[in-house]
Nanobody, 124 residues
Framework: EVQLVESGGGLVQAGGSLRLSCVASGFTFDDYAIGWFRQAPGKEREGVSCISRRDGSRYYADSVAGRFTISSDNAKNTVYLQMNSLKPEDTAVYYC?????????????????WGQGIQVTVSS
């Protein structure tokens, strides 16, 4: 059974930083792409960043490019999302998601396994 557990969320002031972690279990880590998504109140869930375990490729939404960095630690089966220069518009519930590669597009439709989500709140 695929399990994804997020941690590291919280409240931070605008301009601050947070690092989210996603610990994965129940599947062969190297066969899967891992993505971070977020959903703000009243909005659709959107892709934030994704990493290909197969070739290490990284993808970012335009809204976070240059501020967020995705990385992985194979030994720990963990994917991280380092979030810098946070803005109030980054406030959302953040989800870790995974599915077998290849992933055609960084949208929720193509990710079959999800974590429970974690709140990130950025105050102005």
């Amino acid at each position: 059974e695929v399990q994804l557990v997020e941690s590291g969320g919280g409240l931070v002031q605008a301009g601050g930083s947070l690092r989210l972690s996603c610990v994965a279990s129940g599947f062969t880590f190297d066969d899967y792409a891992i993505g971070w998504f977020r959903q703000a109140p009243g909005k659709e869930r959107e892709g934030v960043s994704c990493i290909s375990r197969r070739d290490g490729s990284r993808y970012y939404a335009d809204s976070v490019a240059g501020r967020f960095t995705i990385s992985s630690d194979n030994a720990k089966n963990t994917v991280y999302l380092q979030m810098n220069s946070l803005k109030p518009e980054d406030t959302a519930v953040y989800y870790c998601a995974a599915d077998r590669e290849p992933i055609p597009e960084m949208i929720p439709l193509y990710f079959g396994s999800w974590g429970q989500g974690i709140q990130v709140t950025v105050s102005s």
